[in-house]
């Protein structure tokens, strides 16, 4: 008799939280702050079924307060609160249960217990932590809640995301009965790369040629310039970092970088303001310079991410305008795919899904998209060690744009050290990807023998 998974009771029976610290080899710029190092939260979470299997699932993810949560407080104060949430977290975790797959788990401890928790680490606080920052926190969670049901059922989870497995169907995640009888395995390729093109970071902070040295350069065996990397790494996708909010630095930035992707044959660039934009006109005047003075630059330019505030129902800005010239995707601001269906309204064409925002929410994310004709980017949160693979393993499931981004082996390289002794490919770029083939096995396909 073939076993009903959909009706397969599952609680959680133990779980284990550590903070692994990841100092940065040169300094990393978001938006307003630049950051040197970066705590990341690795979860070790027990799923036991009613029937006595069990199994353990692993989920990582780096508790970027930089990028999450813009404010006031200093970057250690958030960095503080976040692994204090995590803490948090991890007691709400060890008293879940349900029934069905780890995506209806997962999307009831989204939808009924993390703004709880939320709004009671905010209580008594000099300021509140988002949503956002909160989302991350619980990513690691989620993430080793997903690892550990595709080991319990023996499966490589993305061979679960269907009927077989999921006690509810889209309909009832997304709030529309147009989605009734689909799952996620409908929206995802049927067919994945094993290979993906890859995109480098240019930080603010980044040195773009030698005439940018000034002699106080680190020799830790590493590029320093944009030009060594593109050289070592056969690179072709370059994601520019901008300030969003001087406006000549930016041009002259876009057109440096551009002039070196034009030099070394780079397919596409797309510019990162990090949501520090207020009025679309700073962006379609970067736009119509770049095509008016550089159109080769010009029509490098794939897409341009994110450059208005992440409170997208506190900043309601018509974006049609910047959309109309290129592709607009949506970062920070999509949380959730009800934001993304706001965000479509307002004029955003594209969105740039993170498993730091759970893989639940990730996948309802994609899901909702691809459905309403929005184009896909899978992007980096810095992920090194086990971060990396659940996010490269959504950008090949789910199919993007152009590839993904991976950017840990230019800041924190040495971190992913034990990692990459399994999955080289993925750790170190070559010939301008990434490739995916030694993921393998149940869950995410760890594929490391110390993840027992």
């Not at 689909?182 to 930080?203: E, I, K, R």
């Not at 040195?207 to 590029?223: I, V």
């Not at 959504?394 to 993007?400: D, E, F, Q």
């Amino acid at each position: 008799m073939t076993q009903d998974y959909r009706q397969l009771k599952l609680r959680v029976t133990s779980c284990e939280l550590f903070f692994l610290p990841c100092p940065t080899r040169v300094p990393l710029k978001f938006g307003a702050e630049t950051i040197t190092s970066c705590e990341n939260a690795r979860v070790c979470l027990h799923l036991c079924a009613e029937d006595g299997r069990e199994a353990c699932g692993w989920g990582e993810t780096p508790l970027s307060a930089a990028w999450a949560w813009p404010a006031a407080l200093s970057f250690k104060d958030r960095e503080r609160r976040m692994k204090e949430f995590c803490d948090d977290l991890a007691g709400a975790w060890r008293e879940v249960s349900g029934q069905g797959h780890a995506m209806d788990i997962g999307w009831e401890f989204l939808e009924e217990r993390l703004d709880s928790l939320l709004a009671a680490a905010n209580v008594g606080q000099p300021a509140e932590m988002p949503h956002l920052a909160a989302l991350i926190c619980n990513s690691a969670f989620d993430l080793a809640l997903h690892d550990a049901y595709g080991k319990l059922v023996g499966k490589p989870v993305y061979e679960t995301y269907n009927g077989q497995y999921m006690a509810r169907d889209l309909a009832v995640y997304l709030e529309d009965q147009r989605f009734a009888g689909q799952y996620p395995q409908d929206f995802l390729l049927a067919d994945s790369p094993q290979q993906l093109p890859v995109w480098h970071l240019v930080g603010g902070k980044d040195l773009l040629t030698e005439a940018d040295l000034t002699g106080q350069e680190q020799d830790d065996g590493y590029p320093v310039l944009l030009t060594k990397w593109i050289e070592r790494d056969g690179l072709f996708c370059l994601k520019v970092k901008l300030t969003g909010n001087d406006a000549a630095w930016d041009y002259e930035r876009m057109v440096r970088v551009g002039k070196i992707a034009l030099q070394y044959k780079c397919r596409h660039l797309s510019p990162d303001f990090n949501c520090q934009v207020q009025d679309p006109e700073y962006v379609n005047t970067l736009l119509d310079r770049l095509q008016a003075e550089y159109p080769e630059i010009y029509a490098l330019i794939l897409y341009v991410e994110q450059p208005f505030p992440y409170d997208l129902e506190a900043h309601r800005i018509d974006v049609h305008s910047v959309s109309s010239r290129k592709p607009l995707f949506m970062d920070e601001s999509a949380h959730n795919w009800r934001l993304i269906k706001l965000g479509q309204e307002l004029g955003w064409t594209g969105v740039a899904l993170k498993v730091c925002k759970t893989q639940t929410g990730a996948l309802l994310s994609a899901c909702w998209a691809k459905a309403h004709n929005i184009q896909l980017m899978v992007q980096d949160l810095t992920n090194p060690r086990l971060a990396i693979i659940p996010h490269v393993l959504l950008a090949a499931k789910v199919g993007t744009i152009m590839g993904v981004e991976c950017n840990a082996a230019q800041f924190y390289p040495e971190a992913s050290r034990q990692e990459a002794q399994f999955h080289p490919g993925l750790y170190e770029r070559r010939k301008g990807v990434v490739d995916l083939s030694t993921i393998q096995g149940n869950g995410f396909g760890y594929n490391i023998p110390t993840l027992s």
